[in-house]
Each structure stands twice: as C-alpha cells, then as structure tokens.
C-alpha cells in the first residue's frame, strides 16, 4: 500500500534530487497552480472532470464513481506506463488529498510502484504559502536596482543569479515586464503561482546576508508584491543604473519585438495616449503604425517614462542612493559586482 506524507515531510524532502511531484488533477487546475517543478498526469482531462463533478452534484456519489470508474479503467494502461517511466521518488498530490490522489496512488501500488501521497493535497500546500509569506522574516539587506525604463536591469539580474549572487526576478516570477506594455509576448502568472515562486526563493536566500531584486512597483501584471516585501523595497539600498537613451531603445526593441506584436503594442500605447501631449502621442502613433519603431520608443522614453521614473528617484534619500553611470549591461554587472565585493566584503 501507498504512505501519506504530511506538508512538513514534504519540505524536508523537497530539495532531494531524486524527488518528482506528480499533479494528477486536470491540465486547467494544473495550468492555475501548483507545486514548482511538478509534472502534470492528469487522472481526469477537463472534460471528465467535469462530467463527474455534475454526476456527483446533480445525481449522487455512486453515480459519479461508477463514471469515474468507467474513464479510469479505459485509460489506465498509458497512465501506470506513465507513472513507471518516471525514476526517483514520486509524490502524487489532488486538490484536497481526495479521491483521485487515492485511486492513482491505490492503482499505482498494486502494480507494484511506490508513491507516496501527499495529505490535504494542493490545497493544503497553498495553505502552507499563505501563512508562510505572511509571518516571513526578511532579514538579508535589500539592494534595489532603479533605472530609466530599458536599462537592462532584469538582464543585469539575470547575469549576476547566473555568477551564484542572490537575485530575486520578480518579473520572472510574475511572468510579466512590469508596464503597461509588460505583458507582450508573455502570459502572466496569477498571484498563486507568483506567490509560491516567490516564497521558495526567498528560502532559498534566506541564509544570504543580502538579496538583489528591481524596483518593481506593488503590482507586477496580475499579481501584488506581499507588504512586507514592498517596506523591505523602500527601506533598501536603491541603485541606480545611469545608460544612454540609444542603449535604452535597443534593450526595449530586443525584449518586446515590435516587428512580431505590432498589434499588442498599439493597443497597449492606446491605453496610455491620453497621458502623453497630444501632438508627441500623435507622433508615436505615426511612428508604430509606419513600423518606426525605434523612433517611437525614443519619445515614450522622453515624454513619458523618464519623466516617472524621475519622480519617483526624487522620493528616496541620498544616503540610501547610489548611482551607477555605464554604456552597457556588462559595465552595470561589473559596477554591481565590485559594489559588493566592497560592501560585504566577497
């Protein structure tokens, strides 16, 4: 027979290599959330799972499991197959630890293949993170990279998380950039999986005297940043990456692909037109729909996002505030690098 596994057996084991977490619930439960890096063999596809649910709801349980029984017993040659070709420690999780963790985890043991099952299944887990972020204790020093809008910070972050420094990609996490144009090319994250992303880096990181992340404002796309991550945020050293306009435009052409979203970024300009004086929006406008794009980019830097960003610089003290002037995002690396090399002494 199978064994359940409580939350805190589960973190114990969670770092292991040979660990695999299996998400047996449908693709779209699986697609809204679940535990980083698990793998998706769904008992039920969407379909059947609703099918059964309205069984059970609208008829009774028998009838809902001898429905189930019935798409189970058709299936079940290609799932164990599945479940055999997986090597390493396999844990099998539902929603709530239910029925259909059980029937795999049951089937899987008769023919011989050990799984465990997580008790309280997902839901519990997700109960685990909410408390968890909300009784964190953020006690490594926040070192906050600031920019004009196409600085390369996340590339910046991006290069120092590859060197072994302790970064946190909030935008990656989000799966979002963070404007009004973040979204292009991307499918945002919901604030469930952004919340467990970011609640396994901060343990990750726990140990680390500091942390390196953006200056992201509260909300990243679909999600909001934890309070207290955001008084951390404020409360933390800002720097400030200093790179010429030219620079700036060819990090923002080569992130967003213009050419591939013209669409998407028309439309997401139209939602900020109102903002920017008439005749220079009518100029970016011209330009977006001619396929200027490089010029386009140009004046929303000028006229639209330098402006905020530079209100927004204004609001932190000097004596929190470093800035860093460089041509490219290997000079800001090496800047960073050297930075904290003297501050904590590497």
Known sequence: MFQDITINELLQKQNQQDIVFI????PSEFKDATIPGSINIPLFDDQERAEVGTLYKQVSIDAAKERGLEIVSAKLPSFVKKFHEIEGEKIVFCWRGGMRSKTTATVLSLMDIHVCRLH????EYRQWVVESLGQFDLQAEALVLNGYTGAGKTAILQQLHQEGYPVLDLEQMANHRGSIFGQIGLEPNNQKTFETL???KLTQTKQSPYILFEAESKRIGKVVLPPFFVE????????FIDMPIEERVRHILADYDPVEHKEACIEAFHKIKKRIHTPIAAQ?????YCDRFSSAVALLLQYYYDP???HTAQQYPKERSITIAV?????AVDAI???LQTKFQL
């Open 284 to 288: 970016i406008e011209e330009h977006l």
């Open 337 to 339: 690098r050297e930075l």
């Open 232 to 239: 951390k945020k404020e409360k933390g050293i800002q720097i």
């Open 327 to 331: 041509h490219s995002i290997q000079e």
């Open 308 to 310: 905020l960003y530079e």
């Open 23 to 26: 998400d047996v619930r449908s």
């Open 120 to 123: 309280g299944g997902y839901r």
């Open 198 to 200: 970011l609640l396994q």
